[in-house]
């Protein structure tokens, strides 16, 4: 898989991470047309074309949060939920709380463990899953994920892990998707990519 067919999937990526992901798919499966264009359409969507690593998590508008994230927020009125805008770190840490192996709103767990990388693995647990998988302590360096080799393995080992290969296989996009991301977010985003890395790699 050349890195000029790549780079015509996500123009955008940096050629690090092009590499990177270049030389991770192969050890996680990710081999045939159909596996790569998958997998490369759901990173492109989900990393904004390997632009964007890391969950920001900044809102500004408190009724697109409580729409948004109803049963983290339903406790709070407008004027209250007001208090977690521009506070990322603060809004991470309630909306990530006492879930996928987070600790409570006070450990700071939701922030430290937010989505990262070219998947964007969210939740201490997924940390220590991903970091197990790759041999690296994702847990005590968290960051890491942000490396091209390291967060490259990294989400080629979720996507196996997931049985996202045997998905691809299939050509179901949306249940890649649904596995993905836990919805449907983006699908017709994601399939433009698909279809864009069928091209490319043909």
Partial sequence: MSISA??????RAPVEW????SAAMPQWGIVSTARKAAFLGQVAHESTELTKLDERLYYTDANRVRAIFARHFDSLDADDAWGYL???ERFANRVYASRMGNGDEASGDGWRFRGRGPLMHTGQAEYVE???????DLVAHPEALLIP?????????????????ALADQGDQEAVSRRVNGGTIGLHERMAYVHLALEALA
Avoid: E, T
Avoid at 130 to 136: E, M, N, P, W
């Fill in 86 to 88: 521009h506070q990322p």
């Fill in 18 to 21: 092009l590499i990177a992901l």
């Fill in 149 to 165: 080799d390291i967060g490259s393995r990294a989400s080629c080992s979720y996507w196996q892990s997931r049985g996202l290969n």
């Fill in 6 to 11: 790549l780079q015509q999937i996500m123009p």
């Fill in 130 to 136: 991903r970091g197990a998988a790759i041999g690296y």
